[in-house]
């Protein structure tokens, strides 16, 4: 199994442009979720879902959309880049009923 | 809302133990969670309680009191590779709400 897996590692963004950061795992999870990382703020929840086709928001939701089309993929989209988006964003992904969240490896993302 | 309370930093030498506390306020308790961050990396998971009492998994305990709105991590015999973020987790419906972190510095 891969895992948990995120793409790209690495972003730099020009403010007003679009993105998206793929998220995928192959573990059959139900429920998938983004988080950001900014430094001494631990990681806030900007979206979750709980299966294919249902999508909620998280403490921190501007500025991002998501779809769940599968199980297995949950894309973050940046509709327009803003230097307040520069962070560390984390795909996890986990069984409903699992106390574990499993983490993929981050993308670094830089808005200028 | 949530919110959770730990410890921002914790120093100790190696060989030591170390108690993070954790107190949280949230609505549809479900658990508490710890995950460790290695700089650079991904939380990785350590520990999950659902219920009262102490799970123990090889040097490391976590703890929790759902009366008290209270949990800990014990770290025991530091070794320098547990220098680390520690970030307890709780677990409401099916979303996790992260605390601020404690980063654990171990010393020779």
């Known amino acids: 199994n891969a895992g948990v897996t995120q793409t790209p590692k690495f972003q730099v963004l020009k403010t007003g442009q679009s993105m998206t950061l793929q998220c995928a795992q192959d573990m059959n999870h139900e429920y998938m979720s983004w988080y950001r990382q900014d430094p001494g703020m631990g990681l806030r929840l900007i979206h979750y879902s709980v299966g294919a086709g249902i999508t909620d928001q998280g403490e921190v939701p501007n500025g991002y959309n998501v779809s769940r089309s599968t199980t297995e993929d949950f894309p973050l989209r940046l509709l327009s880049a803003a230097p307040s988006q520069t962070s560390v964003y984390f795909c996890?992904?986990?069984?409903?009923?699992?106390?574990?969240?499993?983490f993929g490896p981050g993308t670094r993302l830089t808005v200028t | 809302g949530q919110s959770l309370e730990q410890p921002s930093e914790v120093t100790a030498v190696e060989g030591a133990i170390v108690q993070i506390n954790c107190t949280y306020q949230t609505s549809g308790f479900y658990g508490l969670s710890w995950y460790q961050q290695h700089d650079g990396g991904a939380p990785t998971f350590l520990s999950y309680?659902?219920?009262?009492g102490l799970e123990e998994t090889g040097r490391f305990s976590s703890f929790l009191s759902r009366s008290d709105s209270y949990g800990y991590l014990l770290l025991q015999e530091l070794q320098m590779k547990d220098s680390a973020s520690y970030f307890c987790?709780?677990?409401?419906?099916?979303?996790?709400?992260f605390g601020a972190g404690t980063t654990v510095t171990v010393r020779a």
């Open positions: 987790a709780v677990k409401n419906d099916y979303k996790l709400s």
């Open positions: 309680n659902a219920l009262d």
């Open positions: 996890a992904s986990t069984h409903i009923q699992g106390g574990e969240q499993y």
